[in-house]
């Protein structure tokens, strides 16, 4: 069974930054491609960043592009967001996914982590 566990989220002003972590467990970490999607109150979850399992290869959703960084250290079997220049409009439960394919389908993904919330105010 894989396990993820996301932390780093919290309250941050509009313009600041935040770095979010996912640590993976219970299977080979390199295996899998890796996702960061968010779900805001009333709408449905979508992708932010997807990572393949190498890290050689990234997608951003157009909202995010320039702000955000998603990365990945299969040394500590670990897949981080970076996010700055927060608008409000990024507020969300942040989830990370493990699946085996790099794509930004949500329905790809096989793994999910109970996500982290972040709140960005104006």
């Known amino acids: 069974q894989v396990r993820l566990v996301e932390s780093g989220g919290g309250l941050v002003q509009a313009g600041g930054s935040l770095r979010l972590s996912c640590v993976v467990s219970?299977?080979?970490?390199?295996?899998?491609?890796m996702g960061w999607f968010r779900q805001a109150p009333g709408k449905e979850r979508a992708s932010v960043a997807a990572?393949?399992?190498?890290?050689?290869?990234?997608s951003y959703a157009d909202s995010v592009k320039g702000r955000f960084a998603i990365s990945r250290d299969n040394s500590k079997n670990t897949v981080y967001l970076r996010m700055n220049s927060l608008k409000p409009e990024d507020t969300a439960v942040y989830y990370c996914?493990?699946?085996?394919?790099?794509?930004?389908?949500?329905?790809?993904?096989?793994?999910w982590g109970q996500g982290t919330q972040v709140t960005v105010s104006s």
């Open positions: 990572i393949s399992w190498s890290g050689s290869s990234t």
């Open positions: 996914a493990a699946g085996p394919s790099f794509t930004q389908r949500v329905s790809a993904y096989d793994y």
């Open positions: 219970g299977r080979t970490f390199s295996n899998y491609a």
